[in-house]
């Protein structure tokens, strides 16, 4: 069974870095195909896609952040870190991430909302 | 910028059918775009639907399905529930990235 959680700080200040962690369990990053992805949505909008990062390494990110966004597998294997620099209130946001099986998305985490005010 | 459009709002009968669609700004929508519907109500994470274009999940509804119609991806919900009452969202692959669309709001009434 594929499960993903999402954990990291819920308020940040404005021109902060923001880091989320995303831990998953029930499938390995380093089985080809596989992937993790980040999604967020803030407060009655719509989804946004952010960025996906693969077994191989590859990355791929929203054109829109490229700038500030940066994927990277964690310390530990089952764990992904999305970080998001120079946060602006525009950016609060619930912050999804979501196993990725090459023809698409499957399983969400349950989300953090992160508020971005100083 | 590229846009994927749904319909904002849809209301369908209990026990009805009704299709919702997802229209890329770049053009027609293929199997090359990957389409993917999710669901999502009040209060929770998103879940998915369908996957490339008409493919279902283990736990999708039978009642739930995908295709690409007139250019576009569609969702047809047959024999609509009560429950079926969500945000829908569709996500579109242009090689490398994915897009949201943003949302059509399905009530059942």
């Known amino acids: 069974q594929i499960t993903l959680r999402e954990s990291g700080p819920t308020l940040v200040k404005p021109t902060e870095t923001l880091t989320l962690t995303c831990n998953f369990s029930g499938f390995s990053l380093t089985t080809t195909k596989m992937g993790v992805g980040w999604i967020r949505q803030p407060p009655g909008k719509a989804l946004e896609w952010l960025a996906l990062i693969y077994w191989s390494d590859e990355k791929r990110y929203s054109p829109s952040l490229r700038n500030r966004l940066t994927l990277t597998k964690g310390t530990s294997k089952n764990q992904v870190v999305l970080t998001l620099t120079n946060m602006d209130p525009m950016d609060t946001a619930t912050y999804y991430c979501?196993?990725?099986?090459?023809?698409?998305?499957?399983?969400w985490g349950q989300g953090i909302m992160v508020t971005v005010s100083s | 910028q590229t846009v994927v459009t749904q319909e904002p709002s849809l209301t369908v009968s209990p026990g009805g059918t009704i299709t919702l669609t997802c229209a890329s700004s770049t053009g027609a929508v293929t199997s090359d775009y990957y389409a993917s519907w999710f669901q999502q109500k009040p209060g929770q994470a998103p879940r998915a639907l369908i996957y490339s274009a008409n493919n279902k999940h283990s736990w999708t509804p039978a009642r739930f399905s995908g295709s690409l119609v007139g250019g576009k991806a569609a969702l047809t919900l047959s024999r609509v529930q009560p429950e079926d009452e969500a945000d829908y969202y569709c996500l579109l692959y242009y090689g490398g990235v994915w897009v949201f669309g943003g949302g059509t709001k399905l009530t059942v009434l």
């Open positions: 979501v196993h990725d099986f090459w023809d698409g998305y499957d399983i």
